[in-house]
């Protein structure tokens, strides 16, 4: 009798969790690639997603920068969009029922430019259906302090950190979202656990600019703009791997150039206990379930049945080498130095 000698595969549990609060999956959309999710509401249903993460509201409807807005760069792409919104109300009226009705959970993203915008906007959602995660974008001018940025500073980034705690939904983790343009990034996140942060969103767009060499002008309006995509991808993770080696007790959900579920494994590897797929979705409506089958795939292949079991897996010692298994790649190689 003969049978086959493939192995079965492993049933991956793909459920994370992210300051006590359940999702399915780890894979989020990240804020501002998809609005409030309408747009992806076409190609796919939401609800399959972990959580679809909104682009940023603001109080006040806000038209936005002059274009251009974006321009193509090697492995990326730049934005100066200027946080164009509806504003709460409209944003409360139409988008976020509209995620509840289809039962997605939503992680609204927040923005301001005083402190106390902060505040009122997580009042706000006080009391509103489908939210699971506040997401509080602290890079943002504060208009208070002749325009610095409150994520790149840590008493800045505490002081909104504390505002949004204040006024926050009960039972609704606050996620801070933190730049990569600063100094130390471990200095910012732990100002911000210490202020009362659940967790942290890892990471925000770098700043960069293009100069058109015909014009000999900026690309952008704007002149400057935020990079994502695959170029900034191992900035976002070296960013992830030190705030949980310093923090290993906080969750962290990771974003910065995601395109395959072998990239969302390396940040789940680096610390993120999930990920967000933000700048693939404009070539890729589909991006998010794709990166979500893959990582499956990935996860099945190492013999993974739970997701949660490599979160941080690369900080840990490495496993003892097996002595009965193959030799590792050169060691058998003759020594070409000696005589």
């Not at 994520?151 to 933190?178: E, I, N, S, Y």
């Not at 079991?309 to 020594?335: F, K, M, Q, S």
Request: aromatic letters at 4%; hydrophobic letters at 45%; charged letters at 15%.
């Amino acid at each position: 009798m003969t049978g086959s000698t493939t192995l079965p595969a492993v049933e991956v549990d793909l459920a994370t969790v992210l300051a006590g609060v359940p999702f399915p999956n780890p894979v989020f959309t990240a804020s501002g690639c998809a609005a409030a999710g309408r747009e992806l509401g076409q190609f796919f249903d939401v609800e399959e997603l972990g959580a679809v993460v909104t682009k940023s509201i603001l109080l006040a409807p806000r038209a936005g920068r002059p274009t251009p807005r974006m321009a193509e760069t090697p492995s990326g792409m730049l934005n100066s969009i200027g946080l164009q919104g509806p504003g709460i109300d409209a944003f409360l009226d139409r988008d976020l029922p509209w995620l509840a009705g289809r039962g997605a959970r939503a992680v609204v993203s927040i923005a301001g430019t005083r402190v106390e915008d902060y505040a009122q906007l997580a009042a706000r959602l006080r009391g509103q259906p489908g939210l699971a995660l506040l997401e509080v974008n602290i890079s943002c001018p504060n208009v208070e302090d002749r325009g610095a940025v409150f994520a790149c500073d840590p008493a800045a980034a505490a002081a909104v950190v504390a505002a949004v705690r204040r006024t926050a939904p009960p039972g609704v983790p606050v996620f801070v979202k933190l730049s990569p343009d600063v100094t130390d990034i471990v200095d910012v996140a732990r100002a911000c656990v210490e202020a009362g942060a659940d967790g942290l969103s890892m990471v925000n767009t770098l700043l960069g600019m293009a100069i058109d060499t015909t014009t000999m002008r900026p690309v952008l309006a704007g002149v400057t703009g935020g990079l994502s995509g695959p170029a900034i991808r191992p900035v976002a993770l070296r960013c992830v791997w030190q705030v949980h080696a310093a923090l290993p007790c906080v969750p962290i959900l990771g974003m910065g150039g995601i395109r395959t579920g072998l990239d969302a494994l390396e940040f789940l590897l680096a610390g993120a206990s999930a990920v967000s797929v933000g700048t693939a979705i404009f070539g890729d409506p589909n991006a998010p379930l794709r990166v979500l089958a893959e990582l499956r795939g990935a996860l099945a292949e190492r013999g993974i049945s739970r997701v949660t079991d490599i979160v941080g897996r690369a900080h840990r010692p490495p496993l003892p080498a097996d002595p009965g298994g193959p030799e590792p790649p050169g060691a058998t190689d003759p020594d070409t130095e000696a005589t």
